[in-house]
C-alpha cells in the first residue's frame, strides 16, 4: 500500500446557510500533532472545495465526514420505482446537482423537496415520504453495516431529521462530490493513485473507537480528552488545554487517526467492498 506525506480530516456540515461552525478543517504532516487549517474561520461549503482543488498541500489522503452515496444493494437502485434513479454514485451526484444547480452555498434543498425524491427521504414536520422504508430509520448501505461491528451507530442518509442526521450533510457533499470528479480522485470509485492526493468518505466515530473512546463517548470536548486519545494513536498533543468544540475534535483526531493506519491494507479492500464499489461506495476504516 502506498504511502501520503499528509493527511487532513473535514467535518463537514449540511446546515442551511453560507458560514458554518459545524465545519473544521484538520492537516497533519508524517509527524508532529494535527494542526486546525485557518484557525478561528467559519468556512463557507465553497471555501472548503476551493481548498481542496487549489490550497491543500500535495500527496495529501483527505477525509470528508459525509457519506458519498445512498443506499442501493438492498433494492437494486437508489430511489426504487422513479425513472430518474441512476445507475451508479457519479450519476447518482448529477442528480443531486442538476435538482439542486440553483440552491446558494451548496445546499441541496430543492433535493430532498423535490417532489419525487421527498418521496424517499424523512424529513420534518413529521413528513415521511412513502418510499421511505420501514420505521424511523430508514434504508442502509452495506458500508453502514460494517460501521455496526465496529459499535458504531449509523443513522440513514435518507433521514433528515434529527441533530444526528446525515442526510444533509451527505447530498450537500455530493454536490461537492460532483465537482471535485475528474480533478481529485475518490476512492473507491477511482483507483488510489500511484501518486497525489486522494479523497475517501470517513466516519469520525470509527477513528474515535480505534483512539480508545467508546461509541457512545466519541465527542470529545477538551483538549486534555483529545490529547488521551491522540497519544492512543501514537501522536504527539496539540499544544492546548480548556474547552474545544467537538467538531474541532472530531477533525484534528481523525486526521491523526488516517496517518495512523492509511498503511493497514485491509482498510483498502474490505469484504463486500467490491459488490457496491461503485454504487453505495465505502467508508475507510469499516470493514
Not at 443531486?96 to 419525487?116: G, I, K, N, T
Not at 427521504?121 to 434504508?139: K, L, M
Request: aromatic share 10%; glycine share 10%; hydrophobic share 40%.
Amino acid at each position: 500500500m502506498r504511502t501520503f506525506a499528509n493527511f487532513a480530516a473535514i467535518d463537514w456540515s449540511g446546515a442551511a446557510g453560507e458560514r458554518h461552525k459545524g465545519i473544521a478543517v484538520a492537516l497533519c504532516g508524517p509527524a508532529g500533532p494535527p494542526a486546525l487549517v485557518r484557525p478561528g474561520h467559519r468556512w463557507s461549503r465553497a471555501e472548503v472545495l476551493d481548498w481542496l482543488l487549489a490550497e491543500m498541500p500535495e500527496d495529501t489522503l483527505v477525509g470528508l465526514d459525509l457519506s458519498g452515496s445512498m443506499p442501493f444493494a438492498d433494492a437494486s437502485a437508489y430511489f426504487p420505482g422513479w425513472d430518474e434513479s441512476p445507475a451508479d454514485a457519479r450519476g447518482l451526484w448529477a442528480l443531486v446537482e442538476r435538482h439542486s444547480a440553483d440552491d446558494p452555498h451548496l445546499s441541496a434543498m430543492s433535493f430532498f423537496d423535490h417532489l419525487e425524491a421527498s418521496r424517499y427521504f424523512r424529513r420534518h414536520g413529521g413528513r415521511r415520504g412513502d418510499r421511505f422504508g420501514e420505521g424511523r430509520q430508514g434504508r442502509f448501505r452495506i458500508t453502514e453495516n460494517a460501521q455496526r461491528a465496529l459499535g458504531c451507530r449509523p443513522y440513514s442518509n435518507l433521514n433528515l431529521v434529527g441533530a444526528a442526521q446525515v442526510g444533509k450533510s451527505s447530498l450537500t457533499g455530493m454536490r461537492v462530490l460532483h465537482r471535485l470528479s475528474g480533478k481529485l480522485p475518490l476512492w473507491p470509485f477511482d483507483a488510489v493513485p500511484e501518486t497525489g492526493s486522494l479523497v475517501v468518505e470517513i466516519y469520525t466515530t470509527i477513528a474515535a473507537i480505534a483512539a480508545g473512546r467508546a461509541p457512545g463517548r466519541s465527542k470529545m470536548r477538551s483538549y486534555e480528552a483529545l490529547n488521551d486519545a491522540l497519544g492512543n494513536l501514537g501522536s504527539p498533543p496539540v499544544p492546548s488545554e480548556g474547552a474545544i468544540d467537538d467538531h474541532t475534535s472530531d477533525a484534528l483526531l481523525t486526521a491523526a487517526w488516517l496517518r495512523h493506519v492509511h498503511g493497514d491494507a485491509a482498510l483498502w479492500h474490505p469484504p463486500g467492498l467490491d459488490a457496491v464499489r461503485f454504487t453505495e461506495g465505502w467508508t475507510f476504516g469499516a470493514r
